[in-house]
């Protein structure tokens, strides 16, 4: 499974974007994708994460009616929509791809997640 993000750029605080994450490859084996984030000198967190099936979508508490994830299934594309952007969700934000299926639910460790994308750098100016 390879994936591609892309969609970060500058924003002032308020404003939004929109992260995509195109998969190819083995796709199928995709049990749950997901977005983190790693800010300069912190560890990666969880953003927001999308279970394919049944399909379902978890996102941090940080980010929870600002953020909504979504995906194409028909062309495997996995979004991610950021309104009222703040400084604080400044960060490289990863799309990351969890092969193991989890009954109900995903998991919101990087450790779980065994396809990266490679990071695309948002930054929310004040």
């Known amino acids: 499974v390879q994936l591609q993000a892309c969609g970060g750029g500058l924003v002032q605080a308020g404003g939004s974007l929109r992260l995509s994450c195109a998969a190819s490859g083995r796709t199928s084996v995709i049990d749950a994708m997901g977005w983190f984030r790693q800010a300069p000198g912190k560890e990666r967190e969880f953003v927001s994460g999308l279970k394919l099936k049944p399909e379902n979508t978890y996102y941090a508490d940080s980010v929870k009616g600002r953020f909504t994830i979504s995906r194409d299934s028909a062309s495997n594309t996995m979004y991610l929509q950021m309104n009222s952007l703040k400084p604080e969700d400044t960060a490289v934000y990863y799309c990351?791809?969890?092969?193991?299926?989890?009954?109900?639910?995903?998991?919101?460790?990087?450790?779980?997640?065994?396809?990266w994308g490679q990071g695309t750098l948002v930054t929310v100016s004040s």
């Open positions: 990351a791809a969890d092969s193991v299926y989890r009954k109900g639910f995903i998991s919101r460790s990087s450790a779980s997640y065994n396809y």
